[in-house]
Structures are given as structure tokens and as C-alpha cells.
Nanobody, 125 residues
Framework: QVQLVESGGGLVQAGGSLRLSCTAS????????MGWFRQAPGKERDFVAC????????YYADSVKGRFTISRDNAKNTVYLQMNGLKPEDTAVYYC??????????????????WGQGTQVTVSS
């Protein structure tokens, strides 16, 4: 069973950048589609970005397109989320999720069966 650990969160000023990492252990990372989701206080966990298990396709929420980039390094069992041009509304706990070779619907959190513990991102204005 794959286990996920996120890192890289922190406090940053608006307009700044952060890179989140999610490292997997205990399974075959390269067979999982990987997604990033975020949850602000009192809100649902929302889709941010995902990358297919082959790394050939990526998808983004409209709110982060052009600012965030998802990538993966299967040799390091790690998926990244590069976040540029951060805004206060990006403040949330960011979670990575793993879904085994999803055939679609990558934005639906219920398709991801494995989650990390989350990492806090706070953007000050």
C-alpha cells in the first residue's frame, strides 16, 4: 500500500512562490495518477491539479491555471506542485492523493483512495 507524505508548505507573501512535494513509499508509485487538492477552513476539499501515471497528461483547476505546475519524478517517487503568483485565496491545507490508473474524472476526490496528511500554505496580503 502506498503511503504519502507532503512537505514544502509555509507562509509566503502574495505574489511569492512555493514548491510542494509529495513522496510515496510502500508501493508502486509509477502506477498511480497523482492529484493535489486543497481545503480551506470550513470548505470542501477542492481539486487543484493532477498528473497521470505516465506523466503524459496534466489537468488544472481554472483558478490555478497559468500559476501552478504539477510534475512527477518516478525515480524519486515524488510529485511536485510548483506554485507561483500566490494569492491570499490560495491559503489552505494542501493534500496529495493517489488513484490507481484512473481512466478519467481526475478532479473527483472520491477517485483517490490514498491521501497524505496535508501541508499548510498561508499567503499573506
Amino acid at each position: 500500500q502506498v503511503q504519502l507524505v507532503e512537505s514544502g508548505g509555509g507562509l509566503v507573501q502574495a505574489g511569492g512562490s512555493l514548491r510542494l512535494s509529495c513522496t510515496a513509499s510502500g508501493g508502486t508509485f509509477s502506477t498511480y495518477d497523482m492529484g493535489w487538492f486543497r481545503q480551506a477552513p470550513g470548505k470542501e476539499r477542492d481539486f487543484v491539479a493532477c498528473i497521470t501515471w505516465t506523466g503524459s497528461s496534466t489537468y488544472y483547476a481554472d483558478s490555478v491555471k497559468g500559476r501552478f505546475t504539477i510534475s512527477r519524478d518516478n525515480a524519486k517517487n515524488t510529485v511536485y506542485l510548483q506554485m507561483n503568483g500566490l494569492k491570499p485565496e490560495d491559503t489552505a491545507v494542501y493534500y496529495c492523493g493517489a488513484g490507481y490508473r484512473l481512466s478519467g474524472a481526475w478532479s473527483l476526490k472520491q477517485n483517490y483512495g490514498i491521501w497524505g496528511q496535508g501541508t499548510q500554505v498561508t499567503v499573506s496580503s
